[in-house]
């Protein structure tokens, strides 16, 4: 008994040292922009988006937000080495998601990012703290919540200047008031998604098929009012501009930073890669079978409502597999897997080797690779957010993430087709 207690203290122990130099890759990931005059060309890329959409909102109204000559001068202005391409970065949200802006936009722009991210790790670590605290009052939750915030999209979400806390928080709430049969209360929060609507892939149709009308009416209840402000802010003008937006998001010559589908994890991002050796057809053949394939794995045990205790592991697999499928899916994105994670690692339905290779294989991945870069820098195969490094990361965020759709029993799923609560 001594000797299996300390052979289980000695694996905390390593896992502690592995959460230290997780720690450590993370600053440097930090400190590196900051000391080669990179700030907003890497660290902060996509909080530039946002200050630059909130300044010109401010002086020129949300209409001018979507034209892409008018965010380009306002971005031009702010990188320390202003691109020869004159490439921009679009902030594609609507007005309703970037109020916050109008007042961050006021402060310069690197307080102004660094307010932003300390504001919001403050947000996500009281809410999941709160919300373990809900779903399982008696237990211990501070070692899961380590770990989570120690993975990729965490780190991401931050690098990035990246709005994910609240996709999150609007994740969980959906699932705690469904959980607690509040129905219409639950599809108001999940219109928070439409911050991010490829987030809503499965979803949304789901919800259809389980006939989970009060959900559904809540949701429709949410979205149309986030759409309504946001038209009123936009005006005639600003809504073509915003639908505009689109051609840009299709051109593949035009492919910036804030689309890099190569660095992606989901089908797309491989279909992305294999182009390159196999040419178009095979390449996207294969992407789709992929993305079949996941679908069928991930939601054959999701056709009828689950039972509340099997919620945080039926909304794990929807949305670990909405991350996979769908077209825009970058790794911070996945930050909304933590509220339906949590609860299943705290009830023992998720087993938490599955969480620690979330955490430290895809990170361990991108380091190898960058490792291997400075090794070889005249292959250009490891450059960093392209080629091999992308690729081999992206691959290790969708394995890990796949791993989900398993758990250590088979999922037990209501027998009833309506969802509690919406019926009558």
Request: hydrophobic share 55%.
């Given at each position: 008994?001594?000797?299996?207690t300390?052979?289980?203290?000695s694996?905390?122990?390593?896992q502690?040292?592995?959460?230290?130099?997780?720690?450590?890759?993370y600053l440097v990931?930090?400190?590196?922009?900051l000391?080669?005059?990179?700030?907003f060309?890497?660290?902060?890329?996509?909080?530039l988006?946002?200050?630059?959409a909130?300044?010109?909102?401010?002086?020129?109204?949300?209409?001018?937000?979507?034209?892409l000559?008018?965010?380009?001068?306002?971005?031009?202005?702010?990188?320390?080495?202003?691109?020869?391409?004159?490439?921009?970065?679009?902030?594609?949200?609507?007005?309703?998601?970037?109020?916050?802006?109008?007042?961050?936009?006021?402060?310069?722009?690197?307080?102004?990012?660094?307010?932003?991210?300390?504001?919001?790790?403050?947000?996500?670590l009281?809410?999941?703290?709160?919300?373990?605290?809900?779903?399982a009052?008696?237990?211990?939750?501070s070692?899961?919540l380590?770990f989570?915030?120690?993975?990729?999209?965490?780190?991401?979400?931050?690098?990035?200047?990246?709005?994910?806390?609240?996709l999150?928080?609007?994740?969980?709430?959906?699932?705690?008031?469904?959980?607690?049969?509040?129905?219409?209360r639950?599809?108001?929060?999940l219109s928070?998604?439409?911050?991010?609507?490829?987030?809503?892939?499965?979803?949304a149709p789901?919800?259809l098929?389980?006939?989970a009308?009060?959900?559904?009416?809540?949701?429709?209840t949410?979205?149309?009012?986030?759409?309504?402000f946001?038209?009123?802010?936009?005006?005639?003008?600003g809504?073509?501009?915003?639908?505009?937006?689109?051609?840009?998001?299709?051109?593949?010559?035009?492919?910036?930073?804030?689309?890099n589908?190569?660095?992606?994890?989901?089908?797309?991002?491989v279909?992305?890669?294999?182009?390159?050796?196999?040419g178009k057809?095979?390449?996207?053949?294969i992407?789709?079978?992929?993305s079949?394939?996941?679908?069928?794995?991930?939601?054959r045990?999701?056709?009828?409502f689950p039972?509340p205790?099997?919620?945080?592991v039926?909304?794990?697999?929807?949305?670990?597999?909405?991350?996979?499928?769908?077209?825009?899916?970058?790794?911070?994105?996945?930050?909304?897997?933590?509220?339906?994670?949590l609860?299943?690692?705290?009830?023992?339905?998720i087993p938490?080797?599955?969480?620690?290779?979330?955490?430290?294989?895809?990170?361990?991945?991108q380091?190898?690779?960058?490792?291997?870069?400075?090794?070889?820098?005249?292959?250009?195969?490891?450059?960093?957010?392209?080629?091999?490094n992308?690729l081999?990361?992206?691959?290790?965020m969708m394995?890990?993430?796949?791993?989900?759709?398993?758990?250590?029993?088979?999922?037990?799923?209501?027998?009833?087709?309506?969802?509690?609560?919406?019926?009558g």
């Amino acid at each position: 008994m001594k000797l299996l207690t300390r052979w289980r203290w000695s694996a905390q122990r390593k896992q502690n040292l592995a959460l230290i130099a997780l720690l450590a890759y993370y600053l440097v990931w930090f400190l590196a922009p900051l000391m080669y005059h990179q700030f907003f060309v890497s660290l902060a890329s996509d909080y530039l988006a946002l200050w630059s959409a909130g300044k010109i909102a401010r002086e020129q109204g949300f209409a001018q937000v979507y034209r892409l000559e008018t965010l380009r001068d306002v971005q031009q202005a702010l990188v320390p080495n202003p691109d020869p391409q004159k490439l921009v970065i679009p902030a594609p949200y609507l007005p309703f998601f970037q109020l916050p802006m109008l007042f961050l936009s006021g402060l310069p722009p690197a307080l102004s990012f660094w307010i932003w991210t300390f504001l919001n790790f403050g947000v996500l670590l009281a809410y999941l703290i709160h919300y373990a605290r809900r779903w399982a009052p008696l237990q211990k939750a501070s070692r899961p919540l380590l770990f989570l915030l120690f993975s990729l999209p965490v780190f991401g979400n931050f690098f990035w200047g990246q709005l994910n806390v609240w996709l999150l928080i609007c994740v969980g709430e959906f699932l705690w008031n469904l959980h607690e049969g509040h129905p219409w209360r639950a599809g108001l929060w999940l219109s928070g998604l439409m911050l991010k609507p490829q987030t809503l892939l499965l979803i949304a149709p789901l919800l259809l098929l389980w006939r989970a009308w009060k959900t559904l009416a809540g949701f429709l209840t949410g979205t149309s009012g986030i759409l309504l402000f946001s038209a009123l802010l936009l005006g005639r003008e600003g809504i073509l501009n915003f639908l505009s937006l689109s051609t840009f998001w299709g051109n593949r010559g035009n492919e910036l930073p804030a689309i890099n589908p190569s660095n992606m994890m989901n089908w797309r991002m491989v279909a992305e890669h294999l182009t390159i050796w196999l040419g178009k057809g095979p390449a996207w053949g294969i992407a789709l079978l992929g993305s079949l394939v996941t679908l069928w794995i991930a939601l054959r045990p999701c056709l009828r409502f689950p039972a509340p205790r099997q919620m945080p592991v039926v909304f794990l697999r929807i949305f670990a597999a909405t991350l996979l499928v769908t077209w825009h899916s970058h790794y911070h994105m996945a930050m909304i897997l933590l509220p339906p994670l949590l609860p299943a690692l705290l009830n023992g339905e998720i087993p938490f080797h599955r969480l620690t290779r979330w955490v430290f294989l895809p990170p361990l991945v991108q380091f190898i690779a960058l490792t291997l870069s400075l090794l070889f820098p005249n292959t250009n195969l490891f450059v960093p957010y392209h080629d091999l490094n992308s690729l081999l990361t992206g691959l290790a965020m969708m394995g890990t993430t796949a791993a989900f759709f398993w758990n250590g029993s088979r999922p037990a799923i209501a027998q009833q087709a309506v969802a509690p609560g919406d019926s009558g």
